[in-house]
């Protein structure tokens, strides 16, 4: 899988960047077999201006070509990368799960009783 971090107008110092990385890696790392690529984009929107303009905005490609966006602003950039990494693991969890389900799996793994049965 790959997993890069893209700035725009944002200085990231080396200890945020490695919390970019430990972050959103450790949120998609239980995905892994599904996730084809990572892209993280830090952006301070209004420059110099100030204001609630960082954004997080994260890319991950699935394997069949399944693109999921998650944005999130705040002021503070570890604020918004640590929300944005908490939703990522949820968003891509409750995809994978919708997969799940339409190839006729329970969300549990197991059979539903009506198929259980032997005739």
Not at 26 to 32: P, W
Not at 45 to 72: F, Q
């Amino acid at each position: 899988m790959d997993l890069r971090v893209i700035t725009r107008r944002v200085n990231l110092d080396t200890a945020t960047h490695e919390l970019v990385q430990r972050r959103i890696g450790f949120a998609v790392d239980q995905f892994n077999g599904w996730i084809h690529s990572v892209e993280v984009v830090l952006e301070d929107v209004n420059g110099p201006r100030g204001g609630v303009d960082k954004e997080c905005r994260v890319l991950i490609s699935l394997k069949g070509g399944k693109l999921i966006k998650i944005e999130d602003r705040d002021a503070d950039l570890v604020t918004v990368i640590n929300r944005a990494a908490d939703r990522v693991s949820q968003v891509v969890g409750r995809e994978l799960e919708k997969r799940k389900d339409r190839k006729g799996t329970s969300s549990s793994g197991s059979v539903p009783e009506e198929q259980s049965e032997v005739a």
